[in-house]
């Protein structure tokens, strides 16, 4: 019983503990399910869980909370061949050159929140990152018509009001339930799923829809192996997964690169003047004491290594869940059918047999050589690795950009946090426990901050 609290109010504390007393590989059980997941850290056995075949270790997502919210067709849950058709329909809006169309959309949007930011005092950054990057995944998801979609935003919002912690503990007492939520949440949903029908239907009776780039519709326009296009009910569920699956995780890594930045000043007069020579042409002052320039040119090498960096460190969902359907051996261990088989994302992220000094902040460890699959896992990984992981890292690293551009971050007055905010638990992501609390000031004309 003791763990399952301490797992609901500290579940890195307790990772770190068991890593620390049993190493790459534990089991944790919660009383009174009888739940158990079988962690691991060590980049092999990540491996061998994410490249196992889908139908032997299959996501276990269709059985936790999320799953009668994102709904039975998401991509989130589905498993086998309805996972990897519903994946190739959502994956062309997300690749390359699609991309580089929402960059403006990032700094409009991020520009907007910016003006009405009251500069010298303190304030909780992951409220505006989450105003920021809900209005860029609507923009994103519906096109211009998102600047009607108050009433979505206040659904939306509404369904991601802080989890009560004795929720958490509920949740992980009982066995999964795949009911619809009902109280509260249930009714923000019922209003979500209104809305986003009736955006699915006008969008249909459109008739320019093939020359439109939102997400939206190229999912109306996609078609499967076998020509089919998909239902309503399907396109309900992918919205809605992507609305949720794609603001609030970028939202909290914005806010978790301040929040390390702040507190690592060199680093952050690097970034900036990083930032500064990328729009005055000139390579000069991405250059460190060193000597060690950018190193192919393209100008944001140390923002990249920044954006690395913080995914790693603080890495906004902890773990990813697969169940076993046969055995599998993982690392020394046979597992049987049934097991429940965790990679544990934050604990290989900071696997000191990887990486030196593993929980401090240096950007630097990902200048030469960028991240290795398995051992840097905060997007997950194999079929089921985040759909939005590009989206997701543009999109972090243009807002970084906007904001320092104009602004100079700092650690507020008085001595708590000082050192960093505790990692605290949000439903199932990990965020600042103090919600990213920084001061803003006008940087000076002319001189780069730090
Ligand atoms: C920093 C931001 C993000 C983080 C840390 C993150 C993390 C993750 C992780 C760990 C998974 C794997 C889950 C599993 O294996 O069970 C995942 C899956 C997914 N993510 Fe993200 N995500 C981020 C941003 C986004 C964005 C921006 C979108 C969409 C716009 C998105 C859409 C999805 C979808 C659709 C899946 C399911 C993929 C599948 O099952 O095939 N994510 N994400």
């Not at 008739?207 to 078609?223: G, K, P």
Request: neutral net charge; aromatic residues 6%.
């Amino acid at each position: 019983m003791a763990q399952t609290l301490v797992w609901a109010l500290a579940p890195t504390w307790l990772m770190d503990r068991c890593a620390e007393r049993l190493g790459e590989a534990f089991t944790l059980t919660f009383a009174p399910s009888g739940l158990r997941l079988v962690m691991f850290s060590d980049p092999e056995a990540v491996k061998t869980v994410f490249t196992a075949p889908p139908d032997v270790a299959p996501s276990a997502a269709g059985m936790s909370p999320i799953a009668p919210v994102v709904g039975e067709h998401s991509v989130l849950v589905l498993t086998g061949a309805e996972h990897m058709r519903q994946r190739k329909l959502l994956l062309p809006p997300f690749h390359g050159e699609r991309m580089r169309e929402y960059e403006d959309v990032i700094v409009e949007a991020t520009r907007r929140d910016m003006a009405g930011w009251t500069l010298g005092s303190a304030m909780r950054l992951q409220r505006h990152t989450r105003l920021i990057t809900l209005e860029v995944i609507l923009r994103a998801v519906f096109g211009v018509e998102a600047e009607r979609m108050e009433p979505l935003k206040a659904a939306i919002t509404e369904l991601l009001e802080p989890v009560h912690m004795l929720t958490v503990l509920r949740a992980l007492m009982s066995r999964p339930s795949a009911e619809r939520p009902t109280g509260a949440i249930g009714r923000a949903l019922d209003r979500l799923d209104a809305l986003i029908y009736a955006e699915i239907e006008r969008r249909r009776g459109q008739s320019d829809v093939e020359q439109r780039a939102d997400i939206l519709s190229l999912l109306l326009l996609a078609r499967d192996e076998d020509g089919e296009a998909m239902t309503d009910g399907e396109l309900r569920d992918e919205l809605v997964t992507l609305l949720l699956a794609g603001h609030e995780t970028t939202a909290t890594s914005v806010a978790w690169a301040v929040e390390r930045l702040v507190r690592h000043p060199q680093k952050l007069a690097r970034l900036v003047a990083e930032i500064d020579a990328a729009r005055d042409g000139s390579g000069d002052a991405a250059r460190d004491g060193s000597g060690d320039a950018a190193r192919d040119g393209s100008g944001d090498e140390y923002m990249t290594a920044v954006v690395n960096e913080t995914l790693r460190v603080r890495p906004v969902v902890p773990l990813v869940v697969r169940m076993l359907t046969q055995e599998l051996q993982v690392g020394r261990y046979r597992l049987p059918a049934g097991t429940r088989v965790v990679p544990s994302i934050y604990l290989t992220n900071r696997n000191a047999r990887v990486y030196e000094h593993p929980r401090e902040f240096r950007p630097e460890r990902f200048l030469q050589e960028g991240p290795e699959t398995f051992s840097w896992i905060p997007f997950g990984g194999g079929i089921r690795r985040c759909i939005g992981a590009s989206f997701a890292l543009l999109e972090m690293k243009v807002i970084l950009r906007t904001m320092l551009s104009e602004l100079q971050p700092r650690i507020p007055d008085g001595r708590r946090w000082r050192r960093g905010e505790l990692v605290r638990r949000r439903a199932i992501t990990l965020v600042p426990g103090a919600g990213a609390s920084v001061v803003w000031e006008r940087r000076r004309p002319g001189r780069s901050a730090g």
